[in-house]
């Protein structure tokens, strides 16, 4: 059964400190994970889509890696307005279904 | 760019009462995802559009759920016969088949059912 574990499930860190978010998934060929923010009340927003093993992609203090059974979410020098929860996803080769974590809520302290 | 727009975006009926969401995708996307979130859950698929074409729902979605999307535009999720538990953020996402996976959310429907 497809499915992805999202861990911590909450984090505080202190502004400038650097952490990681896990992602890790279980799928039957994987055509796609997507890492997605969410501030309260609102809807996920885009943040990257990752495809094979290696890839890496960046935006400013976060930096998204895949393997062939986790992803990672850097965090580097946080700041307060990176507080949100960070929703991880994935797409199967087949079928249109998108499989979300429960998220990691990350508080970042001044 | 008006990105995706749900209405409502509150909602609170009460047990027994149909409802109907509406949401209008990014103009031009093609497929068009219906969402269900809970407090503290990620989001859960309901159902997936291409066009006018409903061609994915999930297994686990009642029979009280409905959801079209006439003429490949906007779509309308309907529940029948509302639970307590169908109280939830409805969440709709757009995305342009060309352009891979990238979803774009809409800001949600909160439905609140006492």
């Known amino acids: 059964e497809d499915q992805v574990t999202q861990s911590p499930e909450a984090l505080r860190l202190q502004e400038g400190e650097s952490s990681s978010l896990n992602c890790s998934y279980t799928?039957?060929?994987?055509?796609?994970l997507f890492w997605y923010r969410q501030d309260p009340g609102k809807g996920p927003e885009f943040l990257f889509t990752l495809y094979s093993a290696g890839e890496e992609k960046e935006k400013e203090r976060l930096k998204a890696t895949l393997t062939k059974k986790e992803s990672f979410l850097h965090i580097t020098a946080p700041k307060p307005e990176d507080s949100a929860t960070y929703l991880c996803a994935v797409r199967r080769n087949t079928g249109n279904q998108f499989y979300f974590g429960t998220g990691t809520s990350l508080t970042v302290i001044p | 760019d008006t990105g995706v727009s749900q209405d409502p975006r509150h909602k609170i009926t009460k047990r027994g009462q149909n409802v109907t969401f509406r949401c209008d995708p990014i103009s031009e996307h093609n497929r068009l995802y219906w969402y269900r979130q809970t407090l503290g859950q990620g989001p859960e698929f309901l159902t997936y559009f291409q066009n006018e074409a409903q061609l994915e729902k999930s297994r686990l979605l009642s029979d009280r759920f409905s959801a079209e999307r006439p003429k490949g535009s906007f779509s309308t999720l309907e529940i029948q016969r509302t639970e307590q538990g169908d109280s939830a953020m409805y969440l709709c996402a757009s995305s342009l088949e060309t352009s891979g996976e990238t979803q774009y959310f809409g800001p949600g429907t909160r439905l609140l059912v006492l």
């Open positions: 799928v039957s060929g994987l055509r796609g």
